[in-house]
């Protein structure tokens, strides 16, 4: 089983429209969890971080569920500019930069 | 100040050829990550370093590769012989444990490799 897990897409969304997408992790034990995000021919950067409580920075909203094992992103009224690749990371250890495992990602294309 | 600095950004070479990738993190970075991606297999993670010690090479792929960090502001991946399967593109990454956001990596701009 892939300790990390996110459907590849792509995800085609309308300018202005509300996108989520869902990733599963395999590991219960793990401690923290993020988003990143990748633009086409460019390294990955960190989008924002999961906490239990759920956050929410500007138009995104993202979301933590232990129970299921997955965590969430919410993009709201979608700009081109949101185009990217979204890879979902976590880390299976108690902290630290040496436990994190990256998602393959999700492709997402915001159309004019 | 400057991020994390990769050399070369793109590199193309011969099937049996020796490649070798540099990587010069963030200054005060105690850990230092080389990863390679694929579209096959997204983000790996082949080696990782910690004070300029490796601590998991376990995701190396074979001997052919082999990685060091002489000093806190420099590392070297090398890989000999290459192969086409090699191509890929590859990441060197940072990060800091002390202080607040410990868990964030921050990424070179990769090394675009291609092995004819």
């Known amino acids: 089983r892939k300790e990390v897990e996110q459907d590849p897409g792509p995800f085609n969304v309308p300018e202005g429209a509300t996108v989520a997408f869902n990733c599963t992790y395999s590991n219960s034990a793990s401690q923290s969890f993020f988003w990143y995000r990748q633009d086409c021919r460019k390294e990955p950067k960190l989008l924002m971080s999961?906490?239990?409580s759920g956050n929410e920075d500007g138009r995104f909203t993202a979301q933590l569920n232990r129970a299921s094992q997955y965590i969430s992103l919410l993009i709201r009224d979608s700009k081109l500019s949101d185009s990217a690749t979204y890879l979902c990371v976590v880390n299976h250890r108690g902290g630290g930069a040496d436990g994190l495992t990256f998602g393959k990602g999700t492709h997402l294309i915001i159309q004019p | 100040d400057a991020g994390v600095i990769q050399s070369p950004r793109h590199e193309v070479t011969e099937m049996g050829q020796e490649v070798t990738l540099r990587c010069k993190p963030i200054s005060g970075h105690d850990y230092l990550f080389w990863y390679r991606q694929t579209m096959m297999r997204g983000l790996e993670l082949l080696i990782y370093?910690?004070?300029?010690?490796?601590?998991?090479d376990s995701g190396m792929p074979e001997d052919r590769f082999s990685a060091k960090m002489p000093n806190a502001s420099f590392s070297t991946l090398k890989i000999q012989p290459s192969e086409p399967r090699d191509s890929a593109v590859y990441f060197c990454?940072?990060?800091?444990?002390?202080?607040?956001?410990?868990?964030?990596?921050?990424f070179g701009p990769g090394t675009r490799l291609t092995v004819l």
């Open positions: 999961v906490y239990s």
């Open positions: 370093f910690n004070n300029n010690v490796p601590i998991d």
């Open positions: 990454a940072s990060s800091f444990s002390a202080g607040g956001n410990t868990d964030t990596q921050y």
